[in-house]
Nanobody, 126 residues
Framework: QVQLVESGGGLVQAGGSLRLSCAASGRTFNSNAMGWFCQAPGKERVFVAGINWSGGSTAYADSVKGRFTISRDNARNTVYLQMNSLKPEDTAIYYC???????????????????WGQGTQVTVSS
């Protein structure tokens, strides 16, 4: 079982930066692939970034490539999403997600993740 708690969201002007954190509890965190998803009002939850169990493999949505960076610190049971050059269209609730234990590779599909945090709001003003 993995429990996830996101933090770091807020209001920022276009062009600014935020760093989201996702603190995980559970003995198997080091074996879980992780992902970040976002959901804007009236829209589906979509993939933002994924990272494998070791941090050696990452993936990004085309819309954030070159601006966002996903990373993890397994010693701290934490996954991060560094968000730079933010745009108003990045406004959404951002969710951290974990795949089940020992599924070590990321996926772009929300249905492939078994554990979800409560989400953190990111609002980018123009």
């Amino acid at each position: 079982q993995v429990q996830l708690v996101e933090s770091g969201g807020g209001l920022v002007q276009a062009g600014g930066s935020l760093r989201l954190s996702c603190a995980a509890s559970g003995r198997t965190f080091n074996s879980n692939a992780m992902g970040w998803f976002c959901q804007a009002p009236g829209k589906e939850r979509v993939f933002v970034a994924g990272i494998n169990w070791s941090g050696g493999s990452t993936a990004y949505a085309d819309s954030v490539k070159g601006r966002f960076t996903i990373s993890r610190d397994n010693a701290r049971n934490t996954v991060y999403l560094q968000m730079n050059s933010l745009k108003p269209e990045d406004t959404a609730i951002y969710y951290c997600a974990a795949r089940r234990a020992y599924v070590r590779n990321w996926s772009r599909g929300a249905n492939d993740y078994d554990y979800w945090g409560q989400g953190t709001q990111v609002t980018v003003s123009s």
